[in-house]
């Protein structure tokens, strides 16, 4: 069982505590589901996960307010388990960000079915000219009667092809680069919108390039203000930035776990690996990593939460700094693991394979830098 002792920072209240033990139990009872059909394997953790409830913590029903540690919380504990049970619970989270945060009551009606399991959604911002560069976004809404014809490509679409509504940003042209951008909702039934690609990654999950070829949206589809696309996608990333890292967190909590079985198992020259310094040494160092890692987390979200305009800086610090921490940790866990370290079917071997997209995606560690050193520099 990985240390709990957090869970008594003041950060929290004793509904996250409710919330983090009723999940592992149902982690320990569910998890990890087979990966081999990773659409069937989404779809059914998408279905499990709001069928227990726990998916009404991806989102923010009409009055209520997104609750960041509850997210994080939840991120934490599933990717602990099973990252894959981490991605289908978080793109329902990012898929409706928008919703949550801006949505008019009848575009928060797709926000009631996402946080009920009944509806698959996914963010679609990035595109092959842009990806950490928003303001250069090249896909077109032209104005039409009624509403917007879209075209163009996005591509690294998470939930791409299983996804049953998509938020996706395009250029509807009130200025040139960052002030020109709008947000939509699309369903994945309208037509124009084809599934291009479907892309294989490193740690497997539904991905894909959407085309599109002037789809229309009624006037209804636009969140928020046309033109305050860019700054909306930005508030959007602000609020689950942290929740990369509390992934992260979760995935080298469990790294650590595993090494610490490891270390205080496996026998050297009649010892435990874990009776040697140099081993107590890098074991330290995880569990500082871990620490440090999750203090700047919920530091985070508990700013949000506490009612902060905005969290910028604290989102890019925790997302910067427990992605990394998180792949050192795990990369040591697997060092500590000699040759079983790098067999498929070891855990470690997973959670080498799974942390990496978390240091691209979301923002990648070199934008979060960008946005960290802007915000001292004023
Ligand atoms: N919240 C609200 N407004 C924000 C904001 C935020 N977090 N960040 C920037 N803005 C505003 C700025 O204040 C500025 O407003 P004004 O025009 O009124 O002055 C406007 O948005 C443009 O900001 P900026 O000039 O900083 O934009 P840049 O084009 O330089 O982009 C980066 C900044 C690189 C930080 C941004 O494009 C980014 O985060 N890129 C990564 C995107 C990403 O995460 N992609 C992954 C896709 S999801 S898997």
Not at 3 to 20: C, G, I, K, T, V
Not at 46 to 51: I, K, P
Not at 109 to 125: H, K, N, Q, V
Request: proline content about 3%; hydrophobic content about 45%; aromatic content about 6%.
């Amino acid at each position: 069982m990985a240390d709990q002792s957090f869970l008594n920072w003041p950060f929290f209240e004793d509904r996250h505590r409710e919330l983090a033990s009723a999940l592992d139990e149902w982690c320990a009872a569910h998890l990890p589901v087979d990966h081999g059909d990773v659409d069937a394997a989404c779809k059914g953790l998408v279905a499990a996960l709001g069928a227990a409830g726990f998916l009404r913590h991806s989102g923010a029903a009409e009055g209520e307010r997104l609750d960041v540690r509850s997210l994080c919380l939840t991120r934490e504990t599933l990717a602990r388990h099973d990252a894959l049970a981490d991605f289908a619970f978080a793109m329902q989270g990012l898929g409706m960000g928008a919703i949550s945060l801006f949505g008019t009551p009848g575009q928060r009606e797709w926000l009631e079915r996402t946080r009920a399991g009944e509806a698959i959604s996914a963010f679609a911002l990035t595109e092959p000219g842009s990806g950490s560069d928003v303001a250069n976004t090249a896909t077109t809404a032209e104005r039409v009667v009624g509403g917007w014809r879209l075209t163009g490509e996005k591509t690294y679409i998470s939930n791409g092809g299983i996804a049953d509504l998509y938020v996706i940003f395009a250029r509807t042209g009130e200025a040139p680069g960052a002030r020109g951008l709008s947000a939509f909702l699309m369903p994945a039934d309208s037509p124009g919108l084809t599934i291009a690609e479907r892309i294989e990654v490193i740690a497997p999950h539904p991905l894909a390039t959407l085309k599109l070829d002037k789809v229309f949206l009624p006037d209804e589809a636009l969140i928020g203000e046309s033109g305050a696309g860019f700054k909306l996608a930005m508030s959007v990333l602000d609020v689950f930035r942290p929740t990369v890292g509390a992934a992260a967190l979760g995935m080298a909590r469990r790294a650590l776990d595993e090494a610490l079985e490891r270390t205080q198992t496996r026998r050297i020259q009649g010892q435990p690996l874990s009776d040697l310094q140099l081993v107590q040494g890098h074991l330290a160092d995880m569990a500082l990593k871990v620490d440090a890692a999750a203090l700047l987390v919920y530091r985070a979200a508990w700013a949000k939460d506490m009612g902060a305009p905005r969290i910028t800086r604290e989102a890019a610090m925790a997302k910067l700094y427990a992605t990394e921490a998180a792949q050192e940790v795990i990369d040591a866990a697997l060092q500590l693991h000699g040759g079983d370290g790098v067999r498929h079917g070891v855990k470690v071997e997973e959670l080498y394979r799974d942390i990496r997209a978390l240091r691209i995606y979301e923002g990648a560690s070199d934008v979060q830098r960008v946005v960290i050193a802007r915000s001292i520099l004023g």
